[in-house]
């Protein structure tokens, strides 16, 4: 059965909560976790939500998200989608899940004027990389990911 992609709100909190850390789970970070369900309904909630959720469900039961939000390319002079989670429950891999959502969400940047979508993909995950390639998305290795988090980021942030 073809998988039905809505449009995510703030009563799907607890749901999108436990696809991520589903996908944490399968990351191999069950602890990366670090909030409730009630942090993402409030942010949901709000006038200008920080994500958009898509939900993939098949009879009315939930099988994969992508939780994505907008960014700006300086280069292209358009905004761009970034695709922060994605993921599609092992037991609907291989069903036409994770097509369906990556054309939903391609239809939503398209609509937008996006010249682009980004994500990140962790090295082990084979079976990821194959299905984006397969999708006909490009490998981005010009650049290398940065991050400041924790003391680094205070200590910066309260520097004179």
């Known amino acids: 059965m073809e ?3 809505r449009q995510a709100g ?3 909190a607890q749901l999108i909560h436990d696809f991520i850390c589903e996908l944490a ?3 191999r970070e069950p602890d990366a976790v670090k909030y ?3 942090r993402l309904r409030a942010q949901m909630s709000r006038p200008s939500p920080p994500f958009a959720c898509l939900l993939a469900e098949v ?3 939930a099988m ?3 939780l994505y939000f907008f960014t700006y390319s300086t280069w292209e002079g358009t905004e761009s989608l970034y695709l922060e989670d994605f993921f599609v429950s092992e037991r609907c891999r291989r069903g036409g899940v994770g097509t369906a959502l990556f054309k939903a969400l391609a239809r939503k940047a398209h609509t937008r004027g996006c010249q682009r979508m980004d994500w990140a993909v962790l090295r ?3 079976m990821a990389i194959a299905f984006y390639d397969k999708l006909g998305a490009e490998l981005q290795d010009t650049f290398v990911g940065y991050r400041l988090t924790g003391e680094a980021l205070s200590a910066l942030a309260e520097s004179d």
Request: proline share 10%.
């Open 59 to 61: 009879d009315g039961e």
């Open 10 to 12: 703030p009563q799907d």
């Open 64 to 66: 994969g998200f992508a």
């Open 124 to 126: 082990w995950n084979q």
């Open 36 to 38: 409730d369900a009630s």
């Open 25 to 27: 789970r399968y990351e």
């Open 3 to 5: 998988p039905v992609i």
